[in-house]
């Protein structure tokens, strides 16, 4: 792989640095840039290309990998069937290669389990592993000038330079979100640490669990605790009446496919937030049909003996949370009639879900370069590249953060393989035609 020496110095470089430049560097490698990375191998277009990931190995939502969790969207929406439905790094190789494609087959199902899902990830990352670079946290990017022109981009971790780069590609992923004012620490945590760190709790024999949120994952981990801790009693505590069951009709569905984001990023901004708000509920706040159905049977079973293990507190929120020296208080207000409970928990989890980090954070060295709209918003085109001023001559694309102008995809598996072939396309384009001008050139 070329690219894999560095000068450590920015800003203005002397003769000779293209020797040691990529022709692309991603930031982060969960399923968005693993995609990318799959795209350009089996395309021919993988000279030059290095991810940097913070983690020291390749890992999907390891948190929430529980037993019998499924994923919510079909095995056709891997990193690449839809881009390329021949493809090697389809979810229908790796069940060849594992030797369960028949067996797959026979479970007649379209939805694998999240466990399995993830595995065949890390199959696909492994196959691509030559293209990473793990255990390196990105901390920013400074511009290489020549000329006056911003020719290509140092990727920083910490004081050192980690790759320097013609086209960047930003897909780190989603942050967890907290409600404003909550802070994890040791018994208050967000669901993305659950597996994690529950074996730390397994000897204390939990008497009260809370958890918070109306979505899937809050209901899976209901679910989850349920079966972990038998005794303990779990709470869970949302705003909402009910868990609503999420839309996943086939004309809904609609707005996940690839013509639907031509239809989005082209539509005015009113109508952007309708459609976001018209199809919240195939992906927001909302629970599976079998999940939904299955908690609901047990909290029924369970008044009929009369050993209420869950317990609902709808249209309530968290008013405080006080930590204690062997627990956690949690003060619950019934939204209705202002009727406060207070909890003695053990532990307290957050399933409030996640945001996408914004790319700007990153890209501090060259804010003076990027362009933004009239509220101040990164301009990002149909092909996912950031707007910059034409003294920059790199190509910055982002993978994920882009739910307001390329649609409700956007952090999502369905659209993970057609971006990554756009934006494959494109660098490979880029590189062609910068082929043409150095012959020329010469």
Excluded at 116 to 129: G, I, M, Q, S
Excluded at 161 to 185: D, F, K, M
Excluded at 281 to 292: I, R
Excluded at 340 to 356: E, F, I, M, P, R
């Amino acid at each position: 792989m070329t690219g894999t020496a560095v000068r450590e110095n920015s800003e203005e470089s002397g003769p000779g640095y293209g020797a040691d430049i990529l022709n692309v560097a991603g930031i982060g490698f969960g399923a968005a840039n693993l995609a990318l990375a799959a795209a350009l191998h089996e395309t021919g277009e993988s000279a030059g290309v290095r991810f940097l990931e913070k983690q020291q190995t390749f890992g999907w939502h390891t948190g929430m990998l529980m037993e019998g969790a499924s994923m919510q969207v079909s095995f056709l929406k891997d990193i690449a069937t839809m881009r390329n439905p021949t493809s090697d790094f389809g979810f229908l190789s790796y069940l060849k290669e594992k030797g369960r494609l028949v067996d797959f087959i026979n479970h007649a199902v379209l939805t694998p389990s999240r466990v399995e899902f993830h595995d065949y990830l890390a199959w696909a990352a492994d196959r691509v592993r030559h293209l990473v670079e793990y255990g390196v946290e990105i901390t920013g990017v400074r511009p290489v000038r020549e000329g006056g022109a911003v020719v290509a981009l140092d990727v920083m971790a910490g004081d050192r330079v980690a790759a320097r780069t013609r086209n960047l590609v930003i897909g780190q992923g989603l942050r967890p979100r907290l409600p404003e004012g909550a802070e994890t620490g040791e018994r208050v945590w967000h669901s993305s640490q659950l597996l994690h760190r529950l074996p730390e709790f397994d000897e204390r024999s939990p008497k009260r669990v809370v958890v918070v949120g109306a979505g899937q994952s809050a209901a899976e981990i209901a679910g989850h605790l349920m079966d972990r801790y038998p005794a303990a009693e779990v709470c869970a505590v949302f705003t909402r009446y009910g868990y609503s069951i999420s839309d996943a009709s086939p004309f809904a569905n609609r707005v996940f496919d690839p013509a639907a984001v031509d239809d989005f990023y082209a539509a005015p901004p009113e109508v952007k937030e309708s459609l976001l708000r018209y199809h919240g509920a195939t992906n927001y706040a909302v629970v599976d049909g079998h999940v939904l159905d299955g908690l609901y049977r047990r909290q029924y079973e369970q008044k009929v003996t009369g050993d209420a293990q869950l317990r609902v507190m709808h249209t309530s929120r968290i008013d405080s949370v006080d930590l204690r020296d062997d627990s956690v208080a949690v003060r619950v207000r019934f939204l209705p009639t202002g009727e406060v409970t207070d909890l003695d928990a053990d532990l307290l989890v957050y399933a409030t879900g996640y945001t996408s980090p914004d790319p700007a954070e990153l890209l501090g060295g060259i804010a003076g370069s990027l362009r933004r709209d009239g509220t101040g918003e990164l301009l990002i085109g149909r092909d996912y590249r950031i707007g910059t001023t034409d003294d920059v001559r790199c190509g910055i694309y982002v993978q994920g953060a882009t739910e307001a102008t390329h649609g409700i995809a956007s952090t999502l598996l369905s659209m993970t393989a057609v971006r990554a072939g756009e934006i494959a396309e494109l660098l490979a384009s880029d590189r062609r035609a910068q082929e043409r001008t150095a012959e020329n050139g010469n």
